[in-house]
């Protein structure tokens, strides 16, 4: 007898053949704690033999009053989601943590440039899931007040850290980032140069103002700009004298071009700090490429602990992108499940020495 086509066969025609309920049918996929091993086996069995691809999530969905899914709002291109291991470590947490939930992940990228409010509502609106986690935005983004808008249990990762509307998961950015200045402080350099990523939703590739750093709406890499400064500061290095190279876009292309304008223009400069390892791996190919030798001509330092960055040997702030995403995943599921959360989360953070700090070269 010829196979029946999954358009032709229902969860009731299938409980009809069967001669069960369609409750039983339906507990064969949803609730199989609640049936016999025989009599789940054989509901599939003939589910496959009819065609029958299971229940409709759609109307599953409508019952449950859930969707089955969680939005991650991320302001940078598709692409990066799967490039920037931080991020690729971060996201793996997070599918950690649905583990168990009968939950899925939706990225939801709106790139690194701010759009007007009612575009913004109109992606926002347009996700089909049950709650979301914000990585990453800048204080008052369009998409973070969208997200608001929406109305659905939100979690925030790492920034605005100081927006009180959502709970919120992150790292002390500045006093994270204080053992990596300190360390090329200990080691004699005082010709240092500042390598970072966005500041403000405003393009600037080039040199920072202080007022840039002042006024910066993306917290993350203010704060890490800042704890650096204060390091220097304490050391007697007068920061005005500090060089700062920022980058809009987070890309191999962009990070080496911020590493050849501070070393071109730069020339005395000794040893780099940079707020990502991305920076600091394209600091050392720059380097490696015009014949420099880490860290006897220049001492580099970097942010994140990415495994590619610990393996070359540099010296890094490691902080637990994995754990981040955990906890904002499982703090998110507990919210849909109707808990409330309204705490500040600030998880812990290791300096790795690595080996690209050195003493300065000589002058």
Same mark, same amino acid.
């Given at each position: 007898m010829a196979?029946?086509?999954?358009?032709r066969t229902s969860l009731a025609s299938l409980a009809e053949e069967l001669g069960v309920?369609?409750?039983?049918?339906?507990?064969a996929y949803n609730h199989p704690e609640q049936l016999s091993e025989d009599l789940r086996v054989r509901i599939l069995d003939t589910a496959e033999r009819l065609g029958y691809p299971g229940p409709d999530p759609a109307a599953r969905s409508l019952r449950m009053k859930r969707v089955g899914s969680i939005g991650v709002l991320v302001t940078e291109h598709l692409a990066y989601a799967f490039e920037d291991m931080a991020s690729v470590d971060f996201l793996a947490g997070l599918a950690e943590a649905c583990i168990g939930f009968q939950t899925t992940l939706t990225l939801v990228p709106v790139g690194p440039t701010a759009t007007n409010p009612s575009a913004a509502l109109q992606l926002v609106n347009s996700a089909v899931v049950d709650g979301f986690?914000?990585?990453s935005v800048a204080k008052n983004d369009p998409y973070l007040e969208a997200t608001h808008t929406r109305g659905l249990p939100t979690v925030v990762c790492d920034q605005p850290i100081d927006d009180n509307r959502f709970p919120f998961v992150g790292i002390d950015e500045g006093g994270a980032i204080a053992p990596a200045a300190q360390a090329l402080v200990d080691a004699g350099? *005082?010709?240092? /140069? #500042?390598?970072?990523?966005?500041?403000?939703?405003?393009?600037?590739?080039?040199?920072?103002?202080?007022?840039?750093?002042?006024?910066?709406?993306?917290?993350?890499?203010q704060a890490r700009v800042q704890g650096a400064l204060r390091v220097f500061a304490n050391a007697g290095i007068a920061t005005h004298t500090i060089p700062i190279i920022e980058r809009h876009t987070n890309t191999p292309e962009a990070t080496y071009a911020a590493a050849k304008e501070l070393l071109t223009n730069y020339p005395d400069i000794t040893a780099i700090l940079c707020t990502a390892d991305t920076m600091a791996l394209s600091a050392m190919q720059y380097a490696h490429d015009h014949g420099m030798s880490i860290p006897k001509d220049l001492s580099i330092t970097g942010f994140d602990g990415i495994?590619?960055? *610990?393996?070359? /040997? #540099?010296?890094?702030?490691?902080?637990?992108?994995?754990?981040?995403?955990?906890?904002?995943?499982?703090?998110?599921m507990h919210m849909i499940d109707g808990e409330y959360y309204d705490d500040k989360t600030t998880l812990d953070v290791a300096f790795h020495p690595g080996t690209t700090i050195g003493p300065p070269r000589r002058r």
């Open positions: 196979k029946r086509s999954a358009r309920s369609r409750t039983t049918v339906s507990n986690v914000v990585y350099h *005082r010709h240092i /140069g #500042i390598l970072c990523l966005r500041l403000c939703i405003t393009d600037n590739d080039g040199l920072v103002t202080p007022e840039r750093v002042e006024d910066a709406q993306h917290h993350v890499q495994r590619e960055a *610990r393996m070359r /040997g #540099i010296a890094t702030v490691v902080q637990p992108n994995r754990a981040k995403g955990e906890y904002a995943g499982h703090t998110l």
